[in-house]
């Protein structure tokens, strides 16, 4: 059973710094990586998605992906009190199956 | 704008009553997904559809039946809600391998 696994958290940073979160997966055919935000009350949003190794950004966040060693990350340039919310990992279904596997998620809080 | 539409936002119910989530998306998606999301636990799956009248068990269906009549509209149902049954319960649809897009959620209070 494929497994993703996000540390919980909570994750404290200053207004202004780099919020970076992290995500380990156990199916090494797993291709495609997708970042979702959740606010408290609120239902997730996609917000990132990566299917190569290396970087992907887009404004302020910035995606990272190393296959080899099975890791997704999610770097939050200048981060605003705003990104506070709760950031789920995912890896879509794979071998004939469409049902995703979601981390836990990782509240993060960006204090001013 | 795609939308994923849940019901109701907030409900209560007795211990025992039969329980109807209702939801519909208007994307033509060929799959549907029932989450219930509890402090500490994520998401965690209860039923998936990927097709009309086409459902397959996830992680935790036990209490839980669906009903997938028409493309668009996918129903939760609690044959005898209880109390181990208050969650927060997202409904989401899928095109392929593509990403999900949520419903707002149902708040169910079973008292």
């Known amino acids: 059973q494929k497994e993703v696994e996000q540390n919980s958290g909570p994750l404290s940073v200053p207004e202004g710094a780099i919020a970076s979160l992290n995500c380990t997966y156990s199916?090494?055919?797993?291709?495609?990586f997708f970042w979702y935000r959740q606010y408290s009350g609120k239902s997730p949003e996609l917000i990132m998605f990566?299917?190569?190794?290396g970087d992907k950004e887009d404004g302020r966040f910035t995606a990272q992906l190393n296959k080899a060693s099975q890791y997704v990350s999610l770097l939050i340039r200048d981060s605003q009190p705003s990104d506070s919310a709760t950031y789920l990992c995912?890896?879509?279904?794979?071998?004939?199956?469409?049902?995703?596997?979601f981390g836990r998620g990782t509240s993060l809080i960006v204090h001013p | 704008d795609v939308k994923v539409t849940q019901s109701s936002r907030y409900l209560v119910k007795r211990t025992g009553e039969k329980v109807f989530l209702e939801c519909v998306q208007d994307?033509?998606?060929?799959?549907m997904f029932w989450y219930r999301q509890d402090p500490g636990l994520g998401l965690r799956l209860i039923y998936f559809?990927?097709?009309?009248?086409?459902?397959e068990k996830g992680d935790i269906p036990e209490g839980y039946s669906v009903s997938r009549e028409k493309k668009e509209r996918f129903s939760l149902i609690l044959e005898s809600a209880s109390t181990n049954q208050t969650s927060m319960y997202l409904c989401?649809?899928?095109?392929?391998?593509?990403?999900?897009?949520f419903g707002s959620g149902t708040q169910l209070s079973v008292l």
């Open positions: 995912a890896v879509p279904g794979s071998g004939g199956s469409y049902i995703p596997t």
């Open positions: 990566i299917y190569s190794n």
């Open positions: 199916d090494r055919g797993s291709q495609s």
């Open positions: 989401a649809s899928s095109f392929g391998l593509e990403k999900l897009f």
């Open positions: 994307m033509d998606h060929e799959n």
């Open positions: 559809s990927y097709d009309v009248k086409m459902k």
